[in-house]
């Protein structure tokens, strides 16, 4: 899918930047600073697949005078000396990478002819291909254009005259009745979008961008915000940040979104085809089929197939906890269009479809047996099927065995197994001591990788300064000149290798080498914080979860009070049946989740545990520890029971203390 994007930010001498850095890096090549007297070598770099630089008018000059030019222009220490567009190419313009002449770098040739044209700056561009750890389709151009006006003078001299629109202040820019820079970047932005639709209509490629946000283009979904290059460094390091948090959630939304769209639009033209057939009724079986495309025999198929995964799930769920209103609401949404494949099944009509066989559709095969009994085709209510799974399950109770419950002390009153409890401002703050530590290492890593290289680069420096200082005055000139300019050349390779790694600063390499390093030096350290990260994704999950339920509950208040009740409806018949169960048994009701019950246990074997309690005889499922004839207080937890052995304490009579005197 083709995404768009293009944004522009200035390049600041405050902000430590250069235009000749800049452009020697985006571009892969040298360019010696006149102004710092320093050289910028990328020419190793990989990755640029063109380069081009437009002038207006075609003003013949150099990459290395225009940024030197510009350097030297504006003299102030926050001086803007260049700007730079970021541009995304679709990479369906980009089939053959390496063509000058590809429809992504026709693309943007175009919009930098643009640009030239329309403010009178000199436009330098370059080609990047994706990055090796990013996506693979990310082909995207850098675009620096001067920040003012490329003229020559009267005597065919170039020069950098007055500053472009582009970087005139709103107020400017009113008074000469030009468009604010906000609008000015909107018609920018407008104009990318129609040029690469251009592309790729010549293409015949039915993909588009659009420049304009989500909200004037009237998307339900939503938009991510921008992560900065410090949270995209901390994501790649697997450590969750705040911004990628949003994005997360933001992803997850649009993604339900769509995916309630999709299934919308499906079932629709499911239900669509069905009325289709409803009214051939007059007519046979064979003109039906005839009338049904492969199409919607195949979307039919698929829609099977589709439906079968999340029905499975929501079954089995249903025999460990009552469902919720998502679950409900799937499976209302499947039981309607089923009926109708059902029924076209039993007429004859889909006949011709092949069967899913037994072994790939076991639990589908478990889910049919009890929402859809013989002989009648038709689906049964959430409660009913629920019930029917409960009753399975408590067939196999006597048959499962849970763990063995220890004994304790009444005065003790613990639980034998408590749900473990996070901590969430320990774990976030073990995390950023985490990534703190990680930035220092990999810090480390790179200052040692410096050190390493002045250390090499010294005696180099030594050598060339005592040739330098030992001329011959007759023989050996040649040979002392070849041995100055090679010590020379030795020491700028390593001069040129740190200038580079020390402007990049710490990269990818540098935090993987100090996370691998974290692990095998600190492994119990390691351990704690990757089980953290694991914790806040599983609580971020669960607060996704909860934010979705009040938001249905806001927004759609009548179908969620339905579902409530639904799911009440669905507890009480668990209830019922447990107590049922329990009146089989002997029993007058079935312990229910969350309550204490107190007294003495009138029966325990492997079917189960009875209690003589205040309200009767209570059922509980078999425990080890339990005694017959004893008195416990026995509390419900739901995943687990706490258990606790009752003690009584009689206090001496009178008639004892007499005896014992005696």
């Known amino acids: 899918m083709a995404i768009y994007h293009l944004s522009t930010k200035p390049i600041s001498r405050s902000s430590g930047r250069s235009a000749t850095a800049s452009i020697a890096y985006r571009a892969g090549v040298q360019i010696d600073d006149q102004r710092q007297g320093k050289t910028f070598d990328y020419t190793k770099r990989s990755g640029v697949l063109h380069t081009e630089l437009l002038t207006p008018n075609d003003i013949n000059i150099s990459r290395s005078d225009l940024w030197n ?8 220490s926050n001086s803007r000396t260049a700007r730079e567009f970021v541009v995304n190419i679709p990479h369906e313009l980009m089939t053959d990478p390496k063509d000058p002449n590809n429809r992504g770098i026709t693309a943007i040739r175009e919009l930098a002819h643009d640009l030239k044209n329309q403010y009178g700056v000199a436009v330098d561009f370059a ?20 920040t003012r006006q490329l003229t020559t003078d009267k005597d065919g001299n170039t020069k950098l005259g007055d500053k472009s629109q582009l970087e005139m202040s709103n107020t400017q820019l009113k ?5 604010t820079a906000k609008d000015e970047l909107k018609i920018i932005r407008e104009k990318w979008a129609t040029i690469a639709n251009n592309q ?22 939503l938009p991510t915000i921008k992560m900065g290059w410090e949270a995209t460094e901390l994501e790649r390091q697997g450590i969750r940040t705040e911004k990628g948090d949003i994005n997360r959630e933001i992803r997850a939304t649009n ?23 409803k009214s ?28 079968q995964a999340k029905i499975t799930n929501i079954t089995e769920k249903a025999d460990k906890e009552p469902l919720t209103q998502d679950d409900i609401k799937i499976y209302e949404q499947w039981k309607t269009v089923n009926n109708s494949i059902v029924e076209l099944e039993q007429t004859g009509v889909l006949a011709e479809k092949k ?54 002390l009444q005065s003790e009153n613990k639980p034998n197994i408590e749900p473990k409890k996070i901590n969430l401002a320990e774990k976030q703050q073990l995390i950023k001591e985490y990534a703190e530590k990680v930035h220092t290492t990999a810090k480390a890593i790179l200052d040692s990788q410096l050190k390493a290289l002045r250390e090499k680069a010294k005696p180099i420096l030594e050598k060339y300064n005592t040739l330098k200082d030992s001329k011959p005055l007759m023989f050996g000139k040649n040979q002392w000149q070849k041995d ?28 993987k080498q100090a996370r691998e390093h974290i692990a095998k030096h600190e492994p119990s350290y390691y351990a704690q914080v990757q089980q953290a990260i694991k914790d806040l994704e599983n609580h971020h999950q669960e607060q996704q979860n909860q934010k979705a339920r009040e938001h249905i509950a806001k927004h759609e208040p009548s179908y969620y009070a339905q579902v409530q009740q639904a799911i009440k409806d669905l507890e009480n018949h668990h209830q019922e049946q447990q107590n049922q169960k329990a009146r089989e048994y002997g029993a007058d009701i079935y312990a229910q989740k969350g309550k204490t019950y107190r007294g003495e246990i009138v029966r325990a074997d492997g079917k189960g545990i009875l209690q003589q309690t205040k309200e009767g005889i209570v059922y509980h499922p078999p425990m080890k520890g339990i005694e017959q004839g004893k008195s416990y207080t026995l509390t419900n937890k739901g995943d687990y029971y706490q258990t606790q052995q009752n003690y009584e304490i009689k206090a001496p009579t009178k008639n004892q203390d007499y005896e014992k005197g005696r």
Not at 127 to 146: E, L
Not at 263 to 272: Q, R
Not at 281 to 307: C, F, G
């Open 355 to 408: 069967k899913p066989t037994q072994e790939k559709n076991q639990k589908q095969s478990e889910l049919t047996a009890v929402s859809e009994p013989k002989p009648q085709p038709k689906i049964q209510t959430p409660l009913e099927t629920h019930s029917k799974r409960l009753e399975l399950q408590e067939k196999q109770l006597a048959k499962t065995v849970p763990p063995q419950v220890e004994k304790s």
């Open 175 to 179: 008074a000469i009745g030009k468009a």
């Open 200 to 221: 790729l209509e010549q293409a015949g490629i039915a993909e588009r961008i659009d420049h304009r946000s989500h909200k004037d283009r009237g998307l339900d979904t």
């Open 280 to 307: 051939l009724d007059s007519s046979s079986n064979e003109e039906v089929k005839n009338n049904l495309t492969k199409k919607d025999l195949s979307e039919i198929e698929r829609y099977k197939q589709h439906s």
């Open 69 to 76: 030019m510009a350097e030297l222009t504006d003299t102030r």
């Open 484 to 511: 100055k300019d090679n010590t020379l050349k030795q020491y700028n390779n390593i001069k040129n290798t740190h200038d580079s790694m020390k402007e990049k600063g710490v990269t990818d390499d540098h935090y």
């Open 127 to 146: 080609i990047h291909s994706p990055d090796k750890q990013g996506d693979n389709r990310n082909y995207h151009a850098h675009i620096m254009v001067t």
């Open 255 to 277: 993604e339900r979104i769509a995916e309630l769209k999709c299934e919308i639009v499906f079932e629709k033209g499911i239900l669509e085809n069905y009325s289709t057939l």
